[in-house]
């Protein structure tokens, strides 16, 4: 019997199946096939507006997903730096053959992990506990756990107007019989639908009618690991394009409305409301005159460019009118038509916050099939899967992130709480507790987790140690030494508009004054700091007094977070709850009052009920 069968190999399956067997256990990876180990479907790059925090997330854990993505990737960016460091968030720009091949031979060198390619029929459970699976070619795996992540692929249906195909994104199979074995089993399961651009010939677009989008100027990296040498270099970073649709694209899509998959009828899911197609932005934006849409590299290895912001499931011959209807690709060539893919997910409300299912014990669940859009979300929620998995196993409780330490956490407690009926994204706003879940503090919330799971080796454990001893001797260096007023501190502050400053200064309160640089201040200090230490040493002083705030209102909600909940509480029949709270806490089962609180629906007075409970019957 194996320790853990993972079913499927996108970025979710990778990320659990990497962290049992760095952990030890013997793991079993199903895949539909080899070569798609990791694939990009849809957009060439990883991170972005809270996704690019979730990958340095999953680098402090000790998840594979950084490590590769800064080493495939074709142009690094740092996004809203103009605004404060709680929305500052990284993007890549991927050579997506590259990152699946690197995947792909990760997987197959890693030691305690056996690559399997085949399909899983069904899922066998014996008194609501995970048991085997069976594969359409290979018989039946038996396993103390199994993890599902199959992504889109299950009974999934690829749809261009009125052209609908049982198969999986590109032409692959789709999982036809496995929707039906959990359903078997007792699982509700409802339809997702996604989408994806065209993809035209890079050589048939006029880039001089666009503007030009280069990377950023300076090495970035996800991955703490990663060295500046291991990097494609700032001179050799591929631009992207920015260009717009045009009067004539709208016309185009009004006339056609009817002939889209989505507006036809054919689609039977919900889309994702952040993620619309071009049509959808068309009807729901009816004002805007124009829509802008970046041009991004697929790969070195093709002559192919990704629309981004162009998705549509409008028929051949209306997607051709489209794409020349738009700024630059009036004579673009198109060699992959867009498409609607729609596919079974399982209702996340039915999944404890350790990704185990309530009904099913050893059976967990990550990835899209949980509700979820995006690559970044996908492997998250795989790797927690992983962590919580292989901690079953041992016999560990489970590792449940607060929504103060990570987006993961936030994304997590979203979907078991609230769930979801459409493709969650994770957004920046999502997260109240967001000057704490900064793209530069990822290993201070995390790190240790990923440490105790047995995914942070000692070397790195050691230098970030190191790191921290930096940062605070750094600012104890702020703090104690001043700075004399002929260093030529003065000068640099007239330069700001600082006037008529007299004797020494400390270096701590002069920084948190407007417009003090750090990297400025500490020339006139005598001492020396790597740039990422006095970075990471500014955002903290000068923010100091908003992330202590934040602090404080996490402390809180981790308080209501404490207080167990027990799951054979009689919500039903508790007196004074009103009947909407009843029926939600019945079919939710919250872990913790805090929890509760998070619920739609739940009110401070219901909270209030329950506390009162909890202190009357002493549990």
């Known amino acids: 019997m ?12 990778v990320e659990a199946a ?26 060439p790059s990883i991170g972005g507006p809270a996704k690019g925090v979730v990958v340095r997330e999953i680098d402090a854990l000790g998840g594979v997903m950084p490590k590769i993505a800064d080493k495939t990737a074709l142009q690094f960016k740092m996004l809203n730096t103009t605004k404060g460091p709680g929305v500052w968030n990284m993007r890549v720009q991927s050579d997506k053959l590259e990152y699946s091949k690197t995947m792909k031979g990760l997987c197959l060198a890693t030691e305690n992990l056996e690559v399997i390619e085949d399909i899983v029929e069904e899922v066998i459970c014996e008194d609501d506990v995970f048991k085997a699976v069976r594969l359409a070619n290979h018989g039946i795996i038996e396993a103390k756990a199994c993890i599902l992540t199959t992504g889109t692929y299950m009974a999934s249906t690829v749809m261009i107007s009125s052209d609908t195909r049982s198969e999986g994104p590109d032409g692959d199979k789709t999982t036809k019989n496995l929707s039906a074995s959990l359903s078997a089993l007792g699982l509700k399961l409802f339809r997702l639908k996604t989408g994806t651009p065209p993809r035209v010939l890079t050589s048939s677009i006029d880039f ?26 700032v001179a050799e970073q591929i631009p992207c394009y920015l260009t717009y649709t045009t009067p004539e694209t709208l016309e185009i899509i009004k006339e056609n409305l ?121 492997a998250g929620l795989g790797l927690i899967a992983g962590i919580n998995a292989r901690r079953k196993l041992d016999g ?26 459409e493709p969650y994204r994770l ?55 001043k700075i004399a007023k002929d260093s030529g501190v003065n000068e640099y502050l007239k330069t700001l508009g600082f006037e008529n400053e007299t004797g020494s200064h400390n270096g701590y309160e002069l920084l948190k004054r407007p417009g003090v640089s750090l990297k400025e201040l500490i020339k006139y200090m005598g001492v020396h700091y790597e740039e990422e230490i006095i970075a990471q040493v500014e955002i903290e002083i000068k923010y100091e007094g908003y992330i202590e705030k934040a602090r404080k209102e996490a402390d809180r909600m981790r308080k209501m977070d404490n207080i167990r909940l027990r799951d054979d509480i009689d919500y039903l029949h508790l007196d004074n709850l009103a009947l909407e709270a009843r029926a939600k806490l019945d079919k939710i089962r919250p872990a913790s009052l805090g929890q509760a609180s998070r619920i739609s629906g739940i009110n401070p007075s219901d909270i209030q009920v329950l506390a009162i409970y909890l202190k009357q019957n002493k549990l």
């Open 396 to 421: 560990e409780q489970p590792l449940i992130l607060k929504r103060d330490e990570s987006y993961i956490g936030v994304m997590i407690d979203d979907l078991v709480t609230k769930g979801t009926n």
């Open 427 to 481: 957004l920046t706003s999502r997260a109240e507790y967001r000057l704490l879940l900064r793209h530069d503090n990822a290993d201070q919330r995390l790190i240790q987790y990923g440490y105790e799971n047995k995914l942070i080796g000692e070397e790195r454990y050691q230098k970030y140690l190191g790191k921290m001893n930096e940062i605070a001797s750094l600012k104890e260096d702020l703090k104690n030494e």
């Open 2 to 13: 194996r320790d853990c069968v993972v079913v499927g190999a996108g970025h979710a399956g």
């Open 18 to 43: 990497m962290s049992l067997a760095h952990a030890g256990k013997d793991t079993v990876l199903v895949t539909i096939k080899l070569d798609h180990i990791a694939k990009m479907p849809c957009n």
């Open 208 to 233: 001089s009618k666009t503007k030009y989008e280069p990377g950023a100027d300076y090495f970035l990296h996800f991955s703490e690991e990663t060295k500046e040498e291991e990097v494609r270099p």
């Open 258 to 378: 009817n002939r889209s998959s989505m507006y036809s009828g054919v689609v039977k899911g919900v889309g994702p409301r952040y993620c619309p197609s071009i049509e959808d932005k068309v009807v729901r934006f009816a004002d805007k005159e124009r829509h802008q849409l970046f041009l991004e590299p697929e790969s070195l290895s093709l002559n192919t460019t990704y629309v981004q912001g162009f998705s549509t499931s409008m028929p051949r011959d209306v997607q051709e009118k489209m794409v020349h209807s738009l700024i630059g690709l009036e004579k673009a060539e198109i060699i992959k038509y867009a498409y609607a893919i729609e596919y079974d997910a399982i209702d996340p409300l039915q999944v404890k916050a350790s990704l185990e299912l309530k009904k099913i014990e050893n059976l967990f669940i990550g990835g899209q099939i949980l509700g979820t859009s995006g690559y970044e979300e996908a």
